[in-house]
């Protein structure tokens, strides 16, 4: 009998990403984590979970979801946050990113930046003027950014960032 599912499971490498993309988007080192735990999780240790090479307990699970203050669904990723059915593509403004970027240092700017390029050097695209994002590419920015796809949408609206309007 096959049984079919309506759902995407996390996998172990899914749940790391979406670990470090929490620690990232606060801006938060290694470091920081054992602080701000108080020591009860090591710097080395949260990089291990990082890394997936480390099994995550339950318990460890719901710590780390506490001290990002979110819910364990979302740390072990909540994948229909991301509606993942297939948004449309965008076309992003790569100048207006390269403009922003000339005189706002926000770290979410330089993240957006360095996927962009990352995907231009896989798609050998070197125009450098525009790059259309694509269904996969909302889903890894929902986690990088820790933001739902409304949210990343609203905010790439908000910056001017998108050639084509936003639903």
């Known amino acids: 009998m096959t049984k079919t599912t309506h759902f995407i499971q996390p996998t172990n490498a899914s749940v790391a990403l979406r670990i470090r993309a929490l620690r990232k988007a606060r801006g938060w080192t290694l470091h920081d984590v054992e602080n701000r735990s108080s020591g009860s999780i090591k710097a080395v240790v949260m ?19 506490d001290l990002f203050g979110i819910p364990i669904a979302n740390l072990l990723g909540d994948f229909s946050r991301t509606e993942a059915v297939n948004p ?59 933001l739902t796809l409304p949210e990343l949408k609203a905010w790439l609206a908000e910056n001017h960032l998108a050639l084509i309007s936003l639903k």
């Open 47 to 65: 990089g291990s979970y990082e890394r997936g090479s480390r099994a995550l307990s339950l318990a460890r699970s719901i710590e780390i979801a």
């Open 88 to 146: 449309e593509s965008l076309t992003m403004d790569q100048r207006r990113l390269a403009e922003l970027m000339k005189f706002d240092p926000d770290v979410k700017l330089r993240n957006l930046q360095s996927y962009i390029s990352a995907i231009a050097a896989r798609r050998s695209d070197w125009n450098g003027e525009v790059m259309t994002l694509r269904a996969s590419d909302f889903d890894t920015l929902t986690l990088l950014f820790a």
